[in-house]
């Protein structure tokens, strides 16, 4: 299923995603596997905190692999 919706937010699988600096904040381009294509606008700051969460979330995989 490409997308599931709960309350009020809807969760798409993603497809593929692109990054640009824009001006004074970062978009990145995002397709789903259904075709929704949607842009997201950041700042580095938001971006700094995502990525600490993500590699948070990727060193705990690695160490339940392990």
């Known amino acids: 299923m490409a997308k599931s919706a709960t309350t009020d937010v809807t969760t ?3 497809k593929q995603a692109l990054a640009a600096r824009v001006d004074d904040h970062i ?3 995002v397709e789903a596997e259904d075709g929704t294509k949607f842009k997201i606008r ?3 700051e938001q ?9 948070t979330i990727l060193d705990g ?5 392990a």
């Open 47 to 55: 971006l700094d905190a995502l990525t600490g969460d993500l590699e």
């Open 27 to 29: 978009e990145i381009a």
């Open 61 to 65: 995989d690695d160490a339940d692999a």
């Open 42 to 44: 950041a700042s580095s």
């Open 12 to 14: 798409y699988t993603l």
